[in-house]
């Protein structure tokens, strides 16, 4: 990610648990994620850098957690103007997790919200498209409530994961997909390894090898790790 970045932080999941890495000092320099996930053994992983300097501390660096949830999304205009509408939203035992002022992490909180309100919340092997659903439910509604108090730009692209699947939803700005794999000794494809790579961002297109998500469509990534694209229809 070019310089300067505010902050960074790193989310990845290892025996069901999610854990963190996140740096909230800023740098001029440009930031590579790539090189603190090479130490970690995982099978899901999510980092992002944020360029927004308004707001700092660790409690607002991305990735958000809840139990084993893990989320990153773009922040798009401030909610501030509508946070305690859309907080009543939220059971009272989520809203003690919501520690930041980030717009990104209160959408996350609504989500989870849509998720508690199926009974699945704590479901490791929830049905993805109740995932996606509840994805939907929570981008109308944040749209809805904006756009009544006259907000522009106020919902962004997110990605959310329990460990085993997970969604990518593309709100606004571009995201890309790419499907991982490596060749064996004879240069035929090799399924020892296989994963699904998600860039999401501004700017031009991340390379050969990715193809790009159709706006308001997400993306829904099985554990098998197959992909399937769904509209963001509630």
């Known amino acids: 990610v070019p310089g300067p970045v505010s902050r960074w932080g790193l989310g990845y999941v290892q025996g069901g648990e999610a854990l963190l890495v996140r740096t909230p000092r800023s740098s001029l320099e440009p930031v590579d994620l790539l090189a603190p996930l090479q130490e970690i ?16 501390g660790t409690d607002n660096t991305p990735p ?26 939220v059971p009272d035992y989520m809203r003690r997790n919501l520690k930041g002022r980030m717009s990104a992490e209160l ?24 995932i996606r659903r509840a994805v939907a439910a929570a981008l109308a509604l944040v749209s809805r ?7 522009a ?26 499907r991982l794999w490596v060749r064996g000794e004879r240069t035929e494809r090799d399924d020892s390894f296989r994963g699904v790579l998600l860039v999401s961002g501004p700017g031009s297109a991340p390379g050969e090898g ?9 993306a829904l990534i099985s554990r098998d790790l197959r992909v399937d694209l769904a509209p963001l229809a509630p």
């Open 41 to 56: 053994r995982t099978d899901t992983a999510m980092g992002q850098a944020v360029v927004d300097a308004r707001v700092s």
């Open 64 to 89: 958000f957690r809840f139990r084993r949830w893990l989320f990153v999304g773009h922040e798009g205009a401030s909610l501030e103007p509508i946070w305690p509408r859309l907080l009543q939203h």
């Open 107 to 130: 959408r996350f909180h609504l989500l989870l919200a849509m998720l508690h309100d199926t009974g699945g919340l704590d479901d490791p092997n929830l049905q993805i498209g109740t």
């Open 145 to 151: 409530e904006a756009t009544e108090a006259g907000l």
């Open 153 to 178: 730009g106020a919902v962004g692209n997110l990605i959310v994961g329990n460990g085993r699947t997970m969604v990518a939803a593309r709100v606004d700005q571009p995201m890309y997909l790419r």
């Open 210 to 218: 990715f193809e790009e998500l159709p706006l308001g469509q997400a």
